[in-house]
Nanobody, 125 residues
Framework: QVRLVESGGGLVQPGGSLRLSCKAS????????MAWFRQAPGKEREFVAA????????IYATSVKGRFAIFRDNAENTMDLHMYSLKPDDTAIYYC??????????????????WGQGTRVTVSS
């Protein structure tokens, strides 16, 4: 069974930075899109960023555009989310997701078939 494992969450002050990483247990996402989603306390899960199979195409939620950057390394089966200028509203559990149906970056969770267990990010002073 393929697993996705996130790491890198933690507590950071407003304006700070964090880097999240997602590691796949197998090399099956190299031809498919991957993405990050997040869920804040009491809110629905929301899209954060997605990246195409090659890494050549990325999509960002309006709320994080210009502050977050998504990368992937297919040789290492990893995907990263670099987060800058963090705000309290960025506080959430962040989930990485891998698709088995599309190689194009997609914003809907419906396109993603494998999910990690999540890593918590808290932005607070």
């Amino acid at each position: 069974q393929v697993r996705l494992v996130e790491s890198g969450g933690g507590l950071v002050q407003p304006g700070g930075s964090l880097r999240l990483s997602c590691k796949a247990s197998e090399r099956i996402f190299a031809n498919y899109a991957m993405a990050w989603f997040r869920q804040a306390p009491g809110k629905e899960r929301e899209f954060v960023a997605a990246i195409s199979w090659s890494g050549g195409d990325t999509i960002y939620a309006t709320s994080v555009k210009g502050r977050f950057a998504i990368f992937r390394d297919n040789a290492e089966n990893t995907m990263d989310l670099h987060m800058y200028s963090l705000k309290p509203d960025d506080t959430a559990i962040y989930y990485c997701a891998g698709s088995a149906v599309t190689g194009s970056a997609a914003t809907s969770g419906e396109f993603y078939t494998t999910w990690g267990q999540g890593t918590r990010v808290t932005v607070s002073s």
